[in-house]
């Protein structure tokens, strides 16, 4: 079975300041692994994904992650974070191969002014 | 034009009542899901298609009967309605395995 951890509920930071939200994640499988953001009352949509090859994935909007086979991980980042960017950021592996996804249980990102 | 969408945006019923949430994308996607999202903000996925057919049925009471009439839509029906299925359903669809999922809008369930 895999599962999805994301340690940080909530994660508050000034504007202008880098962030990180972070992503561990557990399979006997190799899996893909993405990172959707939710604006409030709106769906996810998709800031990036790891399929295969080059282990730093960028996505939209400045945001860009590592995988870390080693550490099973794959933490988002950002140098430099907008008000804008206030909203649920949620992280989620697939089993290479199924149409299963599983998600974390979300990081709310809080950039203050 | 619109990817993924899905109606009511907003349902607001009695407990006991049998409700449906529609969705349909015009992706040309072969693979459909829904999710349920509680107040918590935790994402659960409870069923996908694909090509019509049933792959992913999460442990869901069975109050809960999807539907898939062609692989461009997946409904949802929702029988003897309980306080507990108050939340935010999410319908998804993906070109198939590694692909990223497109989310519709949400239905947000009220259940009084």
């Known amino acids: 079975a895999q599962s999805v951890t994301q340690l940080d509920s909530q994660v508050p930071v000034f504007e202008e300041a880098p962030v990180e939200l972070r992503c561990n994640y557990s399979?006997?499988?190799?899996?893909?692994l993405f990172w959707y953001v939710q604006y409030p009352n709106q769906g996810l949509q998709l800031l990036l994904k790891?399929?295969?090859?080059?282990?730093l994935v960028k996505g939209i909007n400045g945001f860009e992650a590592e995988f870390n086979k080693s550490q099973t991980s794959f933490h988002l980042r950002k140098p430099s974070v907008h008000i804008s960017d206030t909203a649920e950021y949620f992280c989620a592996v697939s089993p290479s191969g199924t149409y299963k996804y599983i998600f974390g249980t979300g990081t709310r990102l809080k950039v203050l002014a | 034009d619109t990817a993924v969408s899905q109606t009511p945006k907003y349902l607001v019923t009695q407990m006991g009542n049998d409700k449906s949430i529609k969705c349909e994308q015009n992706l040309g996607h072969d693979t459909m899901y829904w999710y349920k999202q509680d107040s918590k903000k935790f994402l659960k996925i409870m069923f996908s298609y694909n090509n019509k057919e049933l792959i992913i049925n999460e442990t869901v009471p069975n109050r809960f009967s999807p539907k898939s009439p062609d692989k461009a839509h997946l409904n949802l029906h929702i029988n003897s309605l309980e306080l507990g299925d108050s939340a935010v359903y999410f319908c998804?669809?993906?070109?198939?395995?590694?692909?990223?999922?497109?989310f519709g809008p949400g239905t947000r369930l009220t259940v009084l």
């Open positions: 790891y399929l295969s090859g080059s282990t």
């Open positions: 399979s006997s499988v190799s899996v893909y």
């Open positions: 998804a669809s993906s070109p198939g395995t590694a692909g990223e999922q497109f």
